[in-house]
């Protein structure tokens, strides 16, 4: 199920249920029916959502730095879009809304 995040100082943003509920956990809220994320919370939200952001880089990095592609019993393998490329659209979301003191809403 695809989730739509509204906000007036920007884009709609949509994206699969799963990813939604991972961010919104990641800034504090629960992906209910319904759901908003006050522009009072935003500062708080958007800290979160960096932070998660930059540990995943890190060990991402990190993961790099030990794959040995081609030596003896390492599989090549597709390493997955990381949080900072799926998030983005979201923490753009968050910043613009925070810049315009919007509330940023969702619902089914």
């Not at 949509?14 to 992906?31: D, F, H, S």
């Not at 998030?87 to 809403?105: C, G, S, T």
Request: glycine share 10%; aromatic share 6%.
């Amino acid at each position: 199920m695809l989730i739509t995040f509204k906000c007036r100082a920007s884009p709609d943003v949509m994206m699969l249920e799963n990813l939604a509920q991972y961010l919104v956990g990641i800034v504090g809220k629960r992906l209910g029916e319904r759901g908003v994320i006050t522009h009072d919370e935003l500062g708080e939200a958007i800290t979160k959502l960096e932070t998660a952001i930059h540990v995943d880089k890190q060990e991402r990095a990190e993961h790099d730095g030990h794959f040995h592609e081609g030596e003896e019993g390492h599989e090549h393998h597709e390493i997955p879009p990381g949080l900072a490329q799926r998030a983005y659209p979201f923490l753009d979301m968050l910043r613009a809304a925070q810049k315009e003191n919007a509330d940023i809403v969702w619902g089914l």
